[in-house]
């Protein structure tokens, strides 16, 4: 089994002392060194924010993007070399605001990566703005009367867009969290891992304390993670008590699996590129 | 004497008119000529007016021609339209009997052929009497009928025996009907004499099979008049080969997994039209700045916003060489021909191997969706590059972006061992690694992205066509899809005495700089003819060179003809030797 350390990349994180982030980090790591992926086959992918950071503090290929576009290209290099594990991370106001159409896509599309989204319900990077799931009536710096929209649910979007592996963690339970992730890379198909990632600089509402007070493991309650309106009901759970843990898992076959050239096919980047025979083509146009 | 004539075909929308005038297409090109088709149709998918015209020649095809020799009108809104382009020596109208009756005007020849009645009585089918109208040609201008009876087969085979004999009988009606008509035109076909091997293809199909070429495997896209049939194309005909095409949810997301799968080590395209060109800058300036070869191609139509969908302009050249935000450099080139298209695309993959940059490559509607015969493309014309990777001692300490003597760097692909990075969208280090305080690095990259200009300044150099005399008195220089045309109008104005040349290049940005120059000096005037309002690649040409150019736009969303090239050479010249002031640029 291989060390977190052979994870761990050249440049320390610059995420503020106390940040979720910093166990999101070490549970990824954590969980590559578990499944034994040798760094040099993992991508991770990200976009904007201070968690879209991430690739850069770990030893693997990285791909530090536009602001929500990180799954499109996620996905083309999935699907360019499918042989390599592909993650992709960032944070609330990147995967569920400007690039939440190809989140839900990517759902739907279920090619086989791992989405690891680091929800600190605020926008970090441009200091204290609200997010996609900042909580109604929360003031922040751009609703001083407080947030008028409803907060999005990330879990039950993914659960209808058709994710095959849903699961959210929290970044103060660190051993937990790097089995979900473990679960997601290893699962066949789209995994979404939400994890509430307190910003302890912007978020003075849902801090550790807060999530600590309230957060319950789903498997200790012997929720059945096949059963999708289960799944459902158990994402709008959100009050005095709020899940995390693994919500939902089903095997679909994936995007690759379907695809009747990607399927048992040598990754395309592994193919030579060679001249190419046109003949076969060409006969429908003489 | 040779042999050129221009067919047009016109008629309600959903009727088939544009099937009539594919199968024409077709027969003329397998009888052995060369066809040049030119298609407009309306944006609405039902119902509207639509038309398709071909031309066919014993010689090269080098636009879609001037006046009709046959104008085949189904309706009296198709008369209406375009009995005004019919040639008044001796042009042909054929027309549906059934349908109305046109007045006579001089010069034109009459047939009127009763074509619904023709199919409704004798085959029982109204549609038919779309086969009833090409029998009709066949028998008058002599193109073979077997031709078409082998067409009738393979386009209606699969829906039966039945339906195949019942189009046949079609044909031969019409057939029979003209051998009654007293012939007063001198329109003859018969076989071409074209002889080696040719494709008949679109510029959209031209340009997916040369990507194929280039060991493009994947294609993410998002439907869009008029680039779909690109996608189209490379659904069906890159799983042969071992490639496919995701449609995705957007443009953003399409050029997202081009650029993701290029990182990844695969070569991949993305195809779209202005409005999806729009939305891809950000990306496309990311693929700058992280350094990763990509092709996007836009057939552009016009704008701005959704504009007109199915016509043609060249008005995306602006975004093409100056979208996105910062100092983002990227190679931009123009397709010329429906050949070109795949040679063209080749280069294109070509330079942005070599480059490590995206290269965004402007076809356009006219070009896309006219068809032509081609030869069978030469694969040994264009080779495949593919970009630098690292060798095995520079992937100790490797630096993806390590400042070189020739500006390139080695690029890693995922799964090397040793050879990680981040591919980053923030300004970077040699490393990868973010540098978004230091300054003096941010002018150093900088001028690494940009000194890749350098080399591709000679490759744009060599690219370059000229036409007619080199060192002309009045010198045209175009882009893009309008390089036979102004070829045509060239050989015209010649002929008539003129002293008149025409440079096309096939890089626009950056741009051919020493070719440009010695082709501007010593001409007495510089016509740019662009198919938009502003005249943006004169504007482009402005700020490279102190010269009066003079501007031809054209903005009705139709392409140029040779004509209106001619007549403004005329023009010009008149002008040149009455005085020897330059002319004021109209805008």
Known sequence: MAQVKEYIGKVKPDWCPGCGDFGVLNALQRALADLDIAPHNVLVVSGIGCSSNLPGFINAYGFHGLHGRSLPVASGAKLGNHGLTVIATGGDGDGYGIGVGHFIHTCRRNIDMTYIVM?????????????PTTEKDIRT??????????????????????????????????????????????????????????????????TYPWFRE???????????????????????????????????????????????????????????????????????FI | MTTDYVFRVGGEGGEGVISTGEMLTLALARAGFQIYTFRTYPAEIKGGHANYQVRASDKLLLSQGHWLDVLLAFNEEAYQKHIQDVRRNGGVLIYDTDSYQPPILEG?????????????????????????????????????????????KERFGRKGEVVVQKNIDALHV??????????????????????????????????????IASGCRLYAGYPITPATDIMEFLARELPKIGGFVVQTEDEISAIGVVLGSSYAGKKAMTA?????????TEMIGLAVVAEIPSVIVDVQRVGPSTGMPTKTEQGDLYLAVYGGHGNCPRIVMALTSVEDCFYGIMRAFNLSEQFQMPVVVLSDQYLGHRKATVPVPDLNQVPVIDRRKPQAEELAGFRRYRFTPDNISPMSIPGMEGGGYVAEGLEHDEVGYPAASDHENHLRSTQKRYGKFGQIHQIANDLVR?????????????????????????????????????????????????????????????????????????TLLRKRFAYDFIQLNKCIGLPFTPQEIVDKIEEVAAHVHSSRRSHPAAV
Request: charged fraction near 20%.
């Open chain 2, 466 to 538: 000229l036409y007619g005399n080199p060192h002309p008195e009045i010198g045209i220089i175009g882009w893009g899809s309008s390089e036979g045309v102004i070829r045509e109008a060239v050989e015209i104005a010649q002929s008539k005495g003129y002293s008149v040349g025409a440079l096309h290049p096939k890089i626009l940005y950056p741009q051919p700089i020493a070719k440009l120059k010695e082709f501007i000096e010593g001409t007495k005037a510089v016509i740019i003819p662009e198919v938009n309002f502003t005249g943006q690649f004169a």
């Open chain 1, 141 to 206: 710096k751009s609703t001083p009367e407080g947030t008028i929209e409803l907060a999005l649910n990330p879990i039950a979007l993914a659960l209808t867009a058709g994710a095959t592996y849903v699961a959210r963690g929290f970044s103060g339970e660190n051993l937990h969290l790097a089995q979900l992730m473990r679960g997601a890379i290893e699962h066949k198909g789209f995994a979404l891992v939400d994890v509430f990632s307190p910003c302890v600089t912007y978020n003075k509402h849902n």
């Open chain 2, 174 to 211: 019409g057939a029979e009907y003209a051998k009654q008509i007293p012939r007063q035109d001198r329109i003859q076909l018969g076989s071409g004499s074209r002889g080696a091997k040719h494709l008949v293809l679109s510029g959209n199909e031209s340009l997916a099979l040369g990507a």
């Open chain 1, 214 to 284: 309230r957060v319950y493991k789903l498997e200790e309650e012997r929720h059945d993670p096949s059963d999708f309106r289960l799944a459902m009901e158990k994402a709008y759970e959100w009050g005095a008590r709020i899940p995390i843990g693994l919500f939902y898992k089903v095997e679909r076959p994936t995007y690759e699996d379907e695809d009747s050239v990607l399927r048992g096919g040598i990754p395309l980047a592994k193919q030579p590129l060679e001249r190419t025979d046109l003949a076969a083509v060409m006969e429908d």
């Open chain 2, 108 to 152: 034109v020849i009459y047939y009127g052929v009763p074509l619904t009645s023709l199919a409704t009585e004798k085959i029982g089918i109204k549609l038919t009497k779309n086969i009833v109208s090409l029998g009709v040609l066949a028998h008058l201008f002599d193109i073979p009928l077997k031709v078409f009876e082998d067409l009738l």
């Open chain 2, 272 to 280: 779209t039209s202005g409005p999806g060109f729009s939305l891809m």
């Open chain 1, 119 to 131: 929800d600190n319900q605020i926008y970090g990077l441009t200091t204290g703005q609200a997010s």
